[in-house]
T-cell receptor, first 115, second 113 residues
Framework: AQSVAQPEDQVNVAEGNPLTVKCTYS??????LFWYVQYPNRGLQFLLK??????LVKGSYGFEAEFNKSQTSFHLKKPSALVSDSALYFC?????????????FGKGTSLLVTP | DVKVTQSSRYLVKRTGEKVFLECVQD?????MFWYRQDPGLGLRLIYF???????EKGDIPEGYSVSREKKERFSLILESASTNQTSMYLC????????????FGPGTRLLVL
């Protein structure tokens, strides 16, 4: 089965510093990978996805992610964190056609950006 | 912009009640999904549908059923609510095909007493 893992429950970073939220994947075949963000008591908002092509994917709100096939990772990054980036971040991998291409999510990483 | 709406943001129900959660999308998407979100577990797939009147079980379908009578609407039904169904329920939709992005509704936080 396709799966992702987010090894950190929480990441703390000071405003203005670069941030990284980690994600590793385990798939058979080529992975389709996604990042979503969730603000308190809200639904998930799509940030970016990797399907094929350039290993560096740019997304919404200044976020980007780097696909690394040799390390089976898809880490989310931002060069300069904002306090408003504080939220819950989910990495996900697309499942196969038998699930309607549903997403398999990691457990989430809580990002706290302090002033 | 894609819009996915859910009928309630918060619901409080009693054990044994039949509960209906409604989801509507306005982008003519073929695929619709219901997930539940619990702390430390991420999101888990309950049911999905890839066409009108079509439904398939996800990873945790026990205690739930779904209905898709119209393309834009996908309903989740808790036949007899139990306390272990207290959770956040998220609906999503996408176009058909494997590379498409899923778009999520705001969620319904359900408390079963």
């Amino acid at each position: 089965a396709q799966s992702v893992a987010q090894p950190e429950d929480q990441v703390n970073v000071a405003e203005g510093n670069p941030l990284t939220v980690k994600c590793t994947y385990s798939v058979s075949g080529n992975p389709y990978l996604f990042w979503y963000v969730q603000y308190p008591n809200r639904g998930l908002q799509f940030l970016l996805k990797y399907i094929t092509g350039d290993n560096l994917v740019k997304g919404s709100y200044g976020f980007e992610a780097e696909f690394n096939k040799s390390q089976t990772s898809f880490h989310l990054k931002k060069p300069s964190a904002l306090v408003s980036d504080s939220a819950l971040y989910f990495c996900a991998v697309r499942d196969g056609p038998n699930s309607g291409y549903a997403l398999n999510f990691g457990k989430g990483t809580s990002l706290l950006v302090t002033p | 912009d894609v819009k996915v709406t859910q009928s309630s943001r918060y619901l409080v129900k009693r054990t044994g009640e039949k509960v209906f959660l409604e989801c509507v999308q306005d982008m003519d998407h073929e695929n619709m999904f219901w997930y539940r979100q619990d702390p430390g577990l991420g999101l888990r797939l309950i049911y999905f549908s890839y066409d009108v009147k079509m439904k398939e079980k996800g990873d945790i379908p026990e205690g739930y059923s779904v209905s898709r009578e119209k393309k834009e609407r996908f309903s989740l039904i808790l036949e007899s609510a139990s306390t272990n169904q207290t959770s956040m329920y998220l609906c999503a939709s996408s176009r058909g095909g494997g590379a498409e992005t899923q778009y999520f509704g705001p969620g319904t936080r359900l408390l079963v007493l």
